[in-house]
């Protein structure tokens, strides 16, 4: 094991938290290895304080990949929901700590719930599969795009530039701000994104040292759900960014999956569930995704390609 290892982070408050929780877990296994964290600002950053435009996956880690296979840093900390399905060459997921709470939740000016907010209220989000599953259970509301990190988000809503948020419960847990809470969404109602609420430790194939030592922070069950979630992302997005919900969780020792993918103005819907087995969970992945697109989901994706 090397005396220091360089965590890369981007720089926005919930990065530097999340690298932070590693940063003090790896510090009890190797107590007597220096730990730093390393700032890389990524074009996805500096898109998402411009743009209304749902920004691509890739450009939130592909700066932070950069700097690992340069060996500028040992290992980069990612929200696991935003990596793209391929990594590049020589670099792997080491460690997936267990999760956070990955459902969705709505944080309301005036405390009402989904249910309850009125007709017309303008809800924040530039996420397609939140609008998109918004407008399949209420269509008489509005969909307000909003970018930038959790603070500023809170803030538009304060000011009453959108009467409502959706947001990532695990983001705000780990801030401290689970108090803004209203109500946790149901998958039901908000499907969650593949990987939402994990984290992922992302490092070089050939670091044996360093990659059996992250191990000891992976967690199995964890692994084992978002690997059939991102299995269902791989197959169905192709790359492309679509209004796509997976979300795996433990059933009497099986896993079961629900996927779903809709139309834009969510009025075309395709749902899979089914259970499969904790040993070959992208084998699940793969027979949900194939029944997603089997039962309508390709008429969606060409529906969205022509959008």
Excluded: W
């Excluded at 780990?174 to 992922?200: D, N, W």
């Amino acid at each position: 094991m090397k005396d220091n290892l360089v965590i890369g982070t981007r720089g926005s408050l919930l990065a530097m938290t999340q690298a932070r929780l590693v940063e003090k877990d790896l510090k009890k296994i190797v107590p007597s290895v220096k730990i730093e964290l390393k700032v890389i600002k990524t074009k996805g950053d500096m898109l998402s304080s411009s743009s209304n435009e749902e920004t691509d996956k890739s450009l939130f880690v592909k700066e932070l990949e950069e700097s690992l296979l340069k060996e500028e840093v040992d290992l980069a900390v990612h929200s696991l929901k935003d990596m793209p399905s391929e990594l590049p060459d020589g670099l792997d997921l080491i460690a997936i700590p267990e999760r956070e709470d990955p459902h969705d939740v709505l944080i309301s000016r005036d405390g009402e719930s989904i249910r309850n907010l009125s007709p017309g209220s303008k809800v924040g989000t530039s996420s397609l599969r939140r609008s998109s599953q918004l407008k399949k259970y209420r269509d008489d509301l509005q969909v307000f795009p909003i970018r930038g990190n959790v603070d500023t988000r809170l803030e538009k809503l304060a000011k009453g530039d959108v009467d409502a948020l959706i947001l990532a419960s695990a983001g705000l847990k780990r801030l401290g701000k689970e108090g803004e809470i209203i109500e946790v969404l149901s998958p039901e109602i908000m499907l969650p994104s593949p990987g939402q609420g994990a984290l992922c430790i992302e490092g070089r194939a050939g670091d044996e040292s360093i990659i059996e030592c992250l191990q000891q922070l992976d967690h199995f069950v964890t692994r084992c759900l978002v690997s059939a979630e991102r299995k269902v992302m791989k197959i169905v997005e192709g790359g492309c960014r679509v209004p796509l919900g997976a979300f795996a969780e433990m059933r009497n020792d099986q896993i079961f999956l629900r996927a779903l993918l809709l139309s834009l103005d969510g009025k075309k819907v395709s749902y899979v569930e089914g259970f499969g087995e904790l040993s070959d969970p992208e084998k699940l992945g793969m027979v949900i995704a194939k029944e997603l697109l089997d039962t309508g989901g390709d008429e969606i994706l060409s529906s969205l390609s022509e959008n």
